[in-house]
């Protein structure tokens, strides 16, 4: 089965500076999708970024981008010029190719400090 | 679009009642999914649908729990006998299927306390 780990429960950032958050997962499959989802404070969850296995290029949406490693299974996501909207629980998420369901990580909730 | 829909929000009720929650995805998505998310956890998958039919059910999604979409559009959550180990927030999250990657879109969520 796929699991996804977040080992960082809480990260802090100073405003403007930039924040790393980390992600591992473990499967099987040589295709499949990754995501960072961002759950603000009693808000829906939206999507912040994806990424495509079979594609070596990171994606980068404005001022968040991935590093995604394949071989080391891992997915991190760094956010530049943090900034206070940005405070939220951060969540790793994981889906196969030709499948639906989404595995989550536990999550890392992020404080921005101003 | 008005993005995916969820209500009631919030719903408090006692050990061993039934409750009932309505999900209404974004208009042209043609899957719909039910998650469980509890404090300081990540989502946990339950069912999914495409179109008006069932696909995959967790094991997590026990005999109590039934979900349908009748007609491929809104979905419902029943949770019969309820207990208190059902308190979590539920989330809805719709997508297209033949989209690139096939993001899913969530809902607010609807938050159940079982006393």
């Known amino acids: 089965a796929q699991t996804v780990t977040q080992s960082q429960p809480e990260m802090s950032v100073q405003e403007a500076e930039t924040v790393t958050l980390s992600c591992t997962y473990d499967t099987s499959e040589s295709d499949y999708y990754l995501f960072w989802y961002k759950q603000p404070p009693s808000r829906q969850m939206i999507l912040v970024i994806r990424?495509?296995?079979?594609?070596?290029q990171n994606a980068t949406e404005n001022r968040f981008s991935v590093n995604f490693q394949k071989a080391a299974k891992s997915f991190s996501l760094k956010i530049s010029d943090s900034q206070l909207g940005d405070a939220a629980m951060y969540f790793c998420a994981y889906r196969e190719t030709s499948g639906s369901r989404l595995t989550f990580g536990e999550g890392t909730q992020l404080t921005v400090n101003p | 679009d008005t993005g995916v829909s969820q209500n009631p929000r919030h719903k408090i009720t006692k050990r061993g009642q039934n409750v009932t929650f309505r999900c209404d995805p974004i208009?042209?998505?043609?899957?719909l999914y039910w998650y469980r998310q509890t404090l300081g956890q990540g989502p946990e998958f339950l069912t999914y649908?495409?179109?008006?039919?069932?696909?995959?059910k967790s094991r997590l999604l026990s005999d109590r729990f039934s979900a349908e979409r009748p007609k491929g559009s809104f979905s419902t959550l029943e949770i019969q006998r309820t207990e208190q180990g059902d308190s979590a927030m539920y989330l809805c999250?719709?997508?297209?299927?033949?989209?690139?990657?096939?993001?899913?879109?969530f809902g607010p969520g609807t938050r159940l306390l079982v006393l």
């Open positions: 990424q495509e296995a079979y594609k070596q």
């Open positions: 208009s042209e998505h043609n899957r």
């Open positions: 999250a719709s997508s297209l299927a033949i989209s690139v990657g096939e993001t899913q879109y």
């Open positions: 649908f495409q179109n008006e039919a069932q696909l995959e």
